[in-house]
RNA sequence: GGUGGGGUAGCUCAGUUGGUUAGAGCGCAGGACUCAUAAUCCUGAGGUCGAGAGUUCAAGUCUCUCUCCCACCA
């Protein structure tokens, strides 16, 4: 048994997450959880919502309300979905509570101790009218390159060039477009990672358990020479730069970079699950603690990896404090809606609220995983949703647990029946099942997500050619005695597919485990140490007791119809 | 512009260290079955593996050039 520590990166607050943000980063992280404490693991899944920074500001203003009120209200907003979507959080926190804060700014401290902070002073534009600093991409005008109205600061999205904020024409304030701004003078504190680079490439180097992807960007980084970084900023809502509640001289109006203390957050919030739950969060981050044998997982998607592999390991390790620093990690590209972006800002494609309303989280945590976006980006359309639900949830998996249980009922008195003759059919069983379990384990293992929801629908479909074959209905016309064993076997199956199921698909599991009168301690991956898989298969084959009573469940999966994809797609005709 | 990922059957994708007739699911065609959500099972037709050149006894799998898509960074 291990010890595994499953983050994933923090959903920001400003609104309800859309499927492409469920489905690169909460979902597979859940999915692992799950697998994982199945396998007998002691699994603590962190996550939290992301709230600090300028666009939760003006998500806030735009909303009219106060920042704090919104960010509660989203936060409410987003627990709400995540429980809609099964997410088994063993905690789901905030990144603006007091033991963020506090977290924060000891180890801004600790750096600063470490001599790896400093003050500078730069040069921003400051909009008098909104009476704040404009962060660059917030400041908006005309393109001394191609003349484009609507550049933003940072980059010209009509010709692609990159600008320096000063460098626009007719500079105005993208909040509240004023043109009255101005370049004033501002101190911050920056991070010296560059003095860091040595001990982050020796870290790196040692780093197995990460993508190819990952170590490139990590690398290029730092062939690049990390830049120091600014880690505060000029505005109101975060956590303020003090220490022991007293403000840091001229730093008054200043917050930290919501970069800096977002991923914090996953270690604040273990502590405001221990405190919550009577649990040790040390015995998780900190290795002169316990925490050397926790085994760390994050998953984030594709645009987080060089936070995680460096400016939060830079935060860690120049505290000089024995933090747990990740081992594995998962990253995710996007998932595209009809060949374009989903868009939080411009409501393009479907969120998470709306999602629920269309079809169970089942249906979509069943897509969302067998189409994943690992390797490369994964286009979601209505067509694709429906066509692999019908055929694997409800054709290969609802259809034969239907079919059997069913049966059983009608010809058994809907109890396990004895008797029968072990034969060649069982045999073929058999061989499959002891060949594909252990690779579906593996899958889960190496968090190849597409791979292990296929191996799952295979192992379903081999109740399907295993009944064909059996064909206890035709048995039953001359040997009652022969069926039997057709209808016990399959029983068993769909005992084991009902376990097998519960990592993707947790709800319809757990119907067809509560028909199958399966107790909870049983529902386990419980595999390991009990000889080869083919005996470990031959035992599950024959697990419950016979004259044990089962029922037929509903219909678990009811299938997508061709009106409910019309009727989506122009609901949600943003599309294309 | 730099870096990385991708371009494999109609569609979505697998293809370890280069090695027998390139695989899966969906879709399609034919057949079987009738317990079942007109579900299931079997069989089959579909690919000069983005283009070109090279290395090799042998390349989807290595090298180079070109091209298209995507992401990240500057």
Redesign the pocket.
């Known amino acids: 048994m291990a010890r595994i520590l499953i983050t994933s990166a923090l959903p920001y607050i400003n609104g309800v997450k859309h499927l492409g943000n469920l489905a690169g980063s909460m979902l597979p992280a859940d999915v692992y959880a799950r697998a994982m404490r199945l396998l007998g693991h002691e699994v603590l899944y962190i996550c939290a919502t992301d709230e600090h920074g300028t666009p939760a500001e003006l998500a806030a203003a735009e909303a009219g309300m106060e920042v704090s009120a919104y960010c509660d209200k989203m936060h409410d907003a987003q627990r709400a979905a995540g429980a809609d979507f099964k997410m088994s959080y063993d905690y789901f926190g905030r990144s603006s509570t007091q033991s963020n804060h506090e977290l924060t700014q000891h180890l801004a401290h600790m750096l600063e101790k470490n001599d790896l902070l400093e003050e500078r002073v730069s040069e921003q534009v400051y909009s008098v009218a909104d009476g704040r600093f404009l962060p660059d991409r917030y400041v908006e005008g005309t393109c001394p390159n191609c003349g484009e109205d609507g550049a933003r600061g940072d980059?010209c999205d009509a010709c692609?060039k990159?600008l320096d904020p000063a460098d626009l024409i007719e500079p105005y304030s993208a909040v509240s477009g004023s043109k009255d701004v101005e370049i004033r003078e501002t101190n911050h504190l920056y991070l010296k990672q560059s003095d860091m680079a040595d001990r982050l490439r020796a870290w790196i180097d040692k780093a197995e358990g990460w993508p190819?992807?990952a170590k490139?960007?990590a690398y290029?980084w730092l062939d690049?020479g990390l830049?120091d970084r600014a880690i505060t900023r000029d505005m109101k809502w975060g956590i303020p730069v003090a220490y022991k509640g007293v403000p840091r001289p001229g730093f008054e109006d200043k917050v930290f970079y919501v970069w800096f203390d977002a991923p914090i957050e996953y270690i604040a919030a273990t502590k405001d699950w221990a405190e919550e739950n009577n649990g040790d969060w040390q015995s998780w981050w900190r290795t002169d603690k316990g925490a050397d044998d926790v085994t760390y997982v994050e998953f984030m998607g594709?645009?987080n990896v060089?936070f995680h592999t460096l400016s939060f390991p830079t935060t860690l390790i120049g505290s000089g404090e024995p933090w747990k620093l990740v081992d594995r990690l998962k990253a995710f590209?996007?998932v595209t809606w009809y060949g374009g972006?989903f868009s939080t800002s411009q409501k393009r494609g479907v969120f998470m609220d709306q999602a629920i309303d269309l079809a169970p989280s089942d249906y979509w945590r069943w897509h969302l995983t067998a189409?994943a976006p690992?390797?490369?980006?994964?286009?979601f359309t209505f067509e694709?949703f429906q066509?692999r639900i019908n055929?694997?949830?409800?054709?290969?998996l609802?259809?034969f647990?239907?079919?059997?249980t069913?049966?059983c009922v009608?010809k058994f008195d809907g109890k396990v029946p004895s008797g029968g003759t072990w034969g060649e059919a069982e045999d073929t069983l058999v061989a499959e099942l002891a060949t594909r379990l252990p690779k579906l384990i593996d899958y889960y293992e190496t968090m190849e997500f597409?791979?292990a929801a296929?191996e799952t629908?295979?192992i379903w479909?081999t109740g399907?050619?295993y009944?064909?074959v059996a064909?206890p209905?035709?048995q039953y016309k001359t040997d009652i005695d022969q069926a039997a064993i057709g209808v016990r076997i399959g029983l068993n199956l769909v005992a084991l597919f009902g376990v097998l199921a519960q990592p993707i698909v947790p709800d319809a599991a757990d119907k067809i485990l509560d028909a199958m009168n399966i107790p909870a301690e049983n529902r386990t991956w419980n595999y390991f140490d009990k000889g080869d898989w083919e005996m470990r298969v031959k035992s599950i084959l024959d697990a419950l007791p016979h004259g044990l009573e089962i029922s037929a469940p509903e219909?678990?999966?009811?299938?997508i119809e061709d009106a409910n994809v019309e009727e989506w797609k122009k609901r949600f005709s943003g599309a294309g």
């Open positions: 980059q692609g990159l190819a992807l490139s960007i290029k690049e830049h594709k645009d060089a590209n996007w972006k189409n690992e390797g490369s980006d994964a286009g694709d066509a055929s694997d949830l409800a054709n290969v609802g259809n647990v239907n079919r059997i069913k049966y009608g597409r791979k296929a629908r295979a479909a399907n050619e009944l064909t064909a209905w035709t219909v678990l999966f009811a299938k």
